[in-house]
């Protein structure tokens, strides 16, 4: 492997445990806030299941584009 | 107008404690709006650096700065794609919350900051909306001002249906 491919296959990597902690850390505080609201015993503010997990569907395949758009980089 | 030192504007730990008859009145999250901006940037820079990337990857080093170019362009990329979805899942983390007797700010950014601000309804004295412009009156959003003296208060941005929140307030306030 050369410089190149070093800094591709490190970038991706640190590119995916981005991703990991940033969804670990955005699933919890959404499991707090539910928590909070079903406290309160009022369901307005619980956060839609089915957005939450939109948007960690959207951020997925937007990463994986960009993986797979910088691959051919790696085989240089 | 932000002037966090006034008194009523208490900084807490992030979690919110319900005191006894406290009851949820209203609860919202910023306005779609404030994400357009953003949204446009973020697709302008990532697509110009998918570009650089498909470019890099068909030219297959046939030019000797391609491999610059495209190390450079999938740093861009993932830094601004990254930076763009923190700011989206902290936004969707964040509520603005008002109760009989107070308005609570649940503010997120994502492994850097977590704080719920309160602002007591009851020294509030004065209640502003600002919805100048035209898209924010198309889309029904605007600023939301709480005022305990002249010009000390806190503004929330972004609010949905902000006349909706001023008059709830109001009528918290009337009732004392």
């Known amino acids: ?76 | 107008m932000d002037t966090l030192a006034a008194l009523p504007w208490k900084k807490k730990d992030p979690v919110l404690r319900m005191e006894e008859g406290e009851q949820l009145l209203l609860e919202t999250r910023h306005h779609w709006m404030k994400y357009v901006f953003p949204t446009g940037i973020y697709v302008l820079l990532v697509s110009i650096g998918i570009c650089a990337l498909v470019f890099a990857g068909v030219s297959q080093g046939a030019f000797p700065g391609v491999p610059m170019v495209s190390m450079a362009a999938l740093a861009a990329s993932l830094i601004v794609h990254h930076w763009f979805f923190h700011f989206i899942l902290s936004e969707n983390a964040t509520d603005v919350i008002i109760t009989s007797k107070r308005i609570v700010l649940l503010s997120h950014r994502l492994w850097f900051e977590e704080t719920c601000d309160e602002l007591v309804l009851e020294r509030i004295r004065i209640v502003e909306v600002h919805r100048r412009g035209f898209l924010r009156n198309v889309f029904n959003y605007g600023d939301l001002s709480c005022l305990f003296d002249v010009n000390a208060g806190k503004t929330f941005y972004f609010i949905p249906n902000p006349k909706k929140w001023a008059g709830a307030i109001e009528r918290i306030i009337h009732r004392r």
């Open chain 1, 1 to 76: 492997m050369n410089a190149v491919q070093y800094f591709f296959a490190g970038m991706q990597a640190i590119s995916f445990c981005v991703f990991g902690l940033l969804i670990f850390k955005y699933w919890r505080a959404c499991r707090e806030r539910e928590e909070l609201f079903r406290v309160l015993r009022d369901a307005r503010g619980a956060h839609p299941r089915r957005m939450r997990l939109l948007l960690i569907c959207a951020y997925a395949i937007t990463t994986i584009i960009i993986f797979v758009v910088s691959s051919p980089m790696l085989f240089l």
